[in-house]
């Protein structure tokens, strides 16, 4: 399989991955050492709590993988991050995205990296390649 970042001589799409999730575990699992509250907390970060910065990473890979380039981005609902009221419902959501994940990659060839997905965000909308989709996330 060949790809942008394996030309480059470097990751391929599927070690990056790999490497995203072990690091998503750590930061999951050291989240799962404080009080609920402190997860919680607006930190005035990018997605203003710990928690929600980790569900924006879960999620973004279960959309783009999973949605946005099976070609069912308007059939996607994500889960209100407010619903999460527990570390361990975190922590049961992340492994169902990497299965999914996984699942997909196990499938992943040349071909595929090329074909092209709609990618609609806000008012735009972008024709990218598998790879590229990937890439995002």
Known sequence: MT??????????IKDLYAYAHSVRSKFASKLSELPWEEVCKNREASFYSMKNILLHIIDNEDWMVNWVIKGK???????????YTSIEQ?????????????????????KELSRTSRLKVRDSEFTLTVEECLLQS
């Not at 790809?3 to 391929?12: A, P, Q, S, V």
């Open 3 to 12: 790809n942008i970042l394996k030309d480059k001589g470097l990751l391929n």
């Open 73 to 83: 981005i308007d059939q996607y609902v994500r889960r209100k991050w407010e619903d």
């Open 90 to 110: 975190v922590l049961e959501h992340m492994p169902e995205v990497e299965r999914k994940t996984d699942a997909y990659f196990r499938t992943l060839s040349s």
